[in-house]
T-cell receptor, first 110, second 113 residues
């Protein structure tokens, strides 16, 4: 089980902020939330991760609710090159191996 | 920076044949993993390694073997290929976990006929 729930697909206009939600209601206190994306059939690309605090890097921002049961990945100014499948992942074992769901297909429209 | 290099990029095998998918990283990463991805699905973990000489099974290990004799290399062996092993295979590595996440290779597309 992936332990995360994401919408199957989303659209966003180019230049606007893309907000991708993820539910992880059974997350444990020591489990991180990771976001990756996969453009076409390339290898997945790491975006960002967090435990309980909001995080920001050059690619995106991660907002985690106070109860940690859900999170949102924000791409502040989406471009056509951000069209990809976005995966929200919660690590589940002590060896930090990732369990992947089907992800959200994000389509950026001109 | 080569990152994670996978070879070959494409391969067609006949049922029952064996082969080795190669994975090499030049980032001195301790953690390495092999995943498979079937159409429309997320990745599933086959085997992983937390350092040279240490390997363990993931979610779908049957039909695959791995070894980790060096930090740099983590080959995946298909013992007797079956059509169910037709998939895209990704190798990934990471210096530390949870750290900065995994770096993935570009994948090997395997078809078993």
């Amino acid at each position: 089980d992936a332990k995360t729930t994401q919408p199957t697909s989303m659209d966003c206009a180019e230049g606007r902020a893309a907000n991708l939600p993820c539910n992880h209601s059974t997350i444990s206190g020591n489990e991180y939330v990771y976001w990756y994306r996969q453009i076409h059939s390339q290898g997945p690309q790491y975006i960002i991760h967090g435990l309980k605090n909001n995080e920001t890097n050059e690619m995106a921002s991660l907002i985690i609710t106070e109860d940690r049961k859900s999170s949102t990945l924000i791409l502040p100014h989406a471009t056509l090159r951000d069209t990809a499948v976005y995966y929200c992942i919660v690590k589940i074992d002590s060896n930090y191996q990732l369990i992947w769901g089907a992800g959200t297909k994000l389509i950026i429209k001109p | 920076n080569a990152g994670v290099t996978q070879t070959p990029k494409f391969q067609v095998l006949k049922t029952g044949q064996s082969m080795t998918l190669q994975c090499a990283q030049d980032m001195n990463h301790e953690y390495m993993s092999w995943y498979r991805q079937d159409p429309g699905m997320g990745l599933r973990l086959i085997h992983y390694s937390v350092g040279a000489g240490i390997t363990d099974q993931g979610e779908v290990p049957n039909g695959y073997n791995v070894s980790r004799s060096t930090t740099e290399d983590f080959p995946l062996r298909l013992l007797s290929a079956a059509p169910s092993q037709t998939s895209v295979y990704f190798c990934a590595s990471s210096y530390s976990l949870p750290g900065d996440g995994y770096t993935f290779g570009s994948g090997t597309r395997l078809t078993v006929v």
